[in-house]
């Protein structure tokens, strides 16, 4: 409940002055920008300003508080031997008088004298000191705010929302938002690629799916019609649908085009959803249940069930549809993989036995090879058409790393959780991706079955498992410090209270462990090969080998502005002024200067473009073909751009792969509605010429004569 004041460096005679008061914990403190002024805000609401006491006898202390700012080496250390040797004395207490709320973080921008503080009830305020007067308030959150930011301009302030994983950046000056994210807040299960690469779907213990960018980072939009933990999502490789499974007991299929659930698949009996597959035209979709041990089989386009497969013993755990065929791979606890024709007359089916319970199974891009994970560490690969067992790498010792607080033995010597519980192949089917319960995700190469390389997904301390050595510094006589339950001494009532269900706490009950561990939950590679990612712990991770930013400030300079842009395109200098477009990268600048380039010019500056651009522009050309009517326009760039840079495109067509699939979509597009539209005019000028001739026969005559 007190607030202390130091010296960084030695000041003779010096003893740390000592602010009490306060009836709760102080938060925070702050100097104002002069010195003269000290603020301390206390967890019950209450902000005190200090402020020098002055004594009877002295009559010029006034002058002293016009004191200019410091500004050189010499006045900030007289500033600062003047704070140190000032009587410092409450000069005014104010209350923020909010009702059984709380102050939870606070901060101060001395420049512009802002206080900023985040309540309990998920509300912010906005004070002007050192008199007091609120600027606003306002409630950004169900919860309570956590920690608070504001810029060095003192223009946008950043609010984090820990319990729902909440992001906000607030322009206060215009009461708008710069920025609103928010993620799972709770553990991240699940991903799966787009089929251009351009968007990842997640799923979480909260029973959300979120969809996100992989350019920006950002979530675009949340479905949250489950109502338990999301257990696998997978998008159908044509058209704008997205699948999940949860352990609800449904299956949901999602229109990305309009935002919305447009189907709801269920088993006859509940069940619980462990696992999903698509079929690869999008017709049927399968997903296993971990209580019944049956494969359920719906078609998308009816909902109706079409078929439930029997056979295994334990819960399923995972399902992969071949990429080529019409077989599905289930891997299941009883400690076998099975093959499905599932579209055949006959179910007979017979199982690939494997030495221990099977967490995942993944087929390769062409379909004739199948790896299967189990729980003693080992990735399994068998041919699929002559059903023998191929290879096999023991990963135990590649995964191993990080030792748990309550670990009696090394991390090296330690066996607890060495499997890979998530596969997938790259794109061309030469590498494998595989992580686990590990800080560690490996990738090997499939043919030599080596270890290529090993990707550390965490270096956060604060969770179980990432740390090598055990730290003496934290062994006690009561034992390990992370393992002594210090949640019953937080300060807020809520965080002391468990109110969480008996029996839905995950793990070993007996343990008691709350700290979470560093692992992998799920891995995919995206369909282009140039990228992949990963569910984990801290969140989804994205490893590319392309180091392409959607801004690129090192390409601006001062002179780079709107205004200079127009200048250059009104001199007719059309390149220079599409590469200043894509340098600012601003759609409406970039649109102008595009529809501003003379058609017979087009060729020449296709040629004459920077590499850089190429896949911003062919990208452009994409999304400006299906929206815009100057088809002709839009075909000479095309055909411009794939004539000047096909050489450049062919060497690199994973790396262009979402572009060249949005350049076919528009493409597509366009041939359609012109056969289309010619189908139309030539059966209506067919009919007008027939019934030109029907209605003046004596007029043909005539014309003959």
Known sequence: MTARLFTLDPVEGFRPKTFAGHKDSV?????????????????????????????????????????????????????????????????????????????????????????????????FGLWEMPVFSNIHTLSISQEKISSVAINPSGEWLAFGAKKLGQLLVWEWQSESYVLKQQGHYFDMNTLSYAPDGQNVATGGDDGKVKVWNTVSGFCFVTFSEHSSAISAVEFAKQGQVLFSASLDGTVRAFDLI????????????????????????????????????????????????LDVLAGHEGPIASLAFSPTGNQLASGSWDKTVRVWNVFGRSHAVEPFQLSADVLAVTFRPDGKELAASTLDGQVTFFDV?????????????????????????????????????????????SCLLAGGSSKYVVIYDVRDGVLLKKFQISENLSLDGTEEFLDSRKMTEAGNVDLIDTRGDESDLEDRMDTSLPGVTRGDMSKRRYKQEARTKCVRFSPTGRAWAAASTEGLLIYSVDDSLSFDPFDLDIDLTPQSLLTVLSKREFLKALVMAYRLNEKPLIHKVYEAVPPEDIRLIARQLPIVYLSQML???????????????DLLWVNALLGAHGRHLRDRSGEYASVFRILQKGLMDTEQSISRLCDENSSTLSYLI???KVKHPDADVEMQE
Not at 40 to 53: I, L
Not at 271 to 291: I, K, M, N, R
Not at 402 to 421: C, E, H
């Open 385 to 429: 058409a002559l059903g023998n067992q191929t290879n096999v790498i023991d990963g135990r010792k590649d995964i191993s790393g990080g030792r748990k607080a309550d670990d009696r033995m090394t991390a090296a010597n330690n066996s607890s959780g060495k499997s890979f519980n998530s596969l997938t192949y790259s794109a061309d089917g």
């Open 27 to 123: 938060i925070n403190a702050y100097f104002s920008s002069d010195g003269q002024t000290i603020y301390t805000v206390s967890r019950d609401g209450a902000v005190f300003t200090w402020k020098a006491k002055v004594p009877e006898n002295e009559t010029d202390s006034e002058d002293e508080d016009d004191e200019p700012i410091a500004s050189t080496s010499a006045d900030a250390a007289r500033l600062a031997n003047t704070i140190a040797q000032t009587r410092w004395g409450v000069h005014k207490r104010n209350y923020f008088n909010l009702a059984s709320t709380k102050v939870v973080c606070s901060t101060f921008h001395a420049p512009s004298n802002l206080l900023i503080v985040g309540f309990s009830s998920g509300v």
């Open 619 to 633: 990208r452009f050309v994409g999304e400006h073909l299906e929206k815009s009517p100057h088809l002709e326009f």
């Open 258 to 305: 309009r935002y919305r659930n447009f189907r709801t698949f269920t088993s006859p009996a509940p069940v619980q959803f462990s696992c999903l597959a698509v079929d690869p035209s999008g017709e049927v979709v399968a997903a296993g249940s971990s209580d019944s041990f049956e494969v359920f089989l719906w078609s998308v386009q009816t909902g109706k069930l």
């Open 690 to 692: 027939d019934q030109s």
